[in-house]
């Protein structure tokens, strides 16, 4: 396969991902209280929003380079 192909296939798929999930979620562990010998952490989930005019560009992106992929073949 041709990198035009490749790297458009990868620009789709991240693209329908992105459409997909609308964002990366993830989990960190922060103390609370910190007194000496006494610890306690709380998890706490956090989440990257990810707008849909990504999954947008990296959809036509891959579009237009699967296109110029076939033209120069």
Not at 6 to 34: C, H, K, P
Not at 49 to 65: D, E, Q, S
């Amino acid at each position: 396969m041709k990198t035009y192909t490749v790297l458009a296939v990868i620009l789709i798929a991240l693209g329908i991902v992105a459409f997909a999930y609308q964002g990366i979620s993830y989990t960190t562990r922060e103390n609370v209280v910190d007194l000496g010998p006494i610890q306690m952490t709380a998890e706490r989930t956090r989440t990257l929003p990810l707008p849909p005019i990504v999954g947008g560009i990296c959809l036509v992106g891959g579009i237009v380079l699967l296109v110029l992929g076939r033209k120069n073949s």
